[in-house]
């Protein structure tokens, strides 16, 4: 079995922090780009930050300057702090990673699979 769970949630006021953190877990053979997306109430699903294997990083516009993504592959860990935190931010938070897996049916031995995490909901108050 494979998964991420994400923790450090919370309800915090603006212009607060928080840092978010993802650990995957079981048979992954690889954890290659790993991101955060946030989906806040009546909004689609968007894109926050990502860090490939080689720890280069994308962001969200509105996160430049913010937001700081980083990971710890000992750990199999990406992280998202969160700094100057405004209402709009609230969000509940997705973590993603694109992995490869055991696979019996393929040569090599493995697949690529997309993890998603449960979420953690990030409430910013004024």
């Known amino acids: 079995q494979v998964q991420l769970v994400e923790s450090g949630g919370g309800l915090v006021r603006a212009g607060g922090s928080v840092r978010l953190s993802c650990t995957a877990s079981g048979s992954i053979f690889s954890l290659n780009a790993m991101g955060w997306y946030r989906q806040a109430p009546g909004k689609e699903r968007e894109m926050v930050a990502d860090?490939?294997?080689?720890?280069?990083?994308r962001y969200a516009d509105s996160a430049k300057g913010r937001f700081t993504i980083s990971r710890d592959n000992a750990k199999s860990t990406v992280y998202l702090q969160m700094n100057k935190l405004k209402p709009e931010d609230t969000a509940v938070y997705y973590c993603?990673?694109?992995?490869?897996?055991?696979?019996?049916?393929?040569?090599?031995?493995?697949?690529?699979?997309?993890?998603w995490g449960q979420g953690t909901l990030v409430t910013v108050s004024s």
């Open positions: 993603n990673a694109e992995t490869t897996v055991e696979s019996s049916e393929e040569e090599r031995g493995y697949r690529f699979l997309e993890l």
């Open positions: 860090i490939t294997s080689s720890d280069t990083t």
